[in-house]
């Protein structure tokens, strides 16, 4: 899960602890602002590592065709 703070657009997200987020006691930075997360999380090469995609996936597909990836 990932959170926006829309005062200063920074990205946090409950990190990957072994239990349900919602149970997590961790809430950490992810990114330093929207634009660097949207660029490398869903435009670019954090996109399979974040989405538990693989390279056959169609977003990944048209990111490596554009040259993202």
């Known amino acids: 899960m990932k959170a926006l703070d829309r005062a200063d657009e920074t990205v946090w997200t409950f990190p990957d602890t072994g239990v349900p987020w919602s149970m997590s006691s961790r809430f950490e930075q992810f990114s330093s602002s929207l634009e660097d997360f949207f660029l490398e999380g869903v435009a670019g090469r ?6 538990g995609a693989f390279e056959g996936d169609q977003w990944w597909r048209l990111l490596n065709r554009i040259g993202r990836i």
């Open 46 to 51: 954090s996109y399979l590592t974040l989405n």
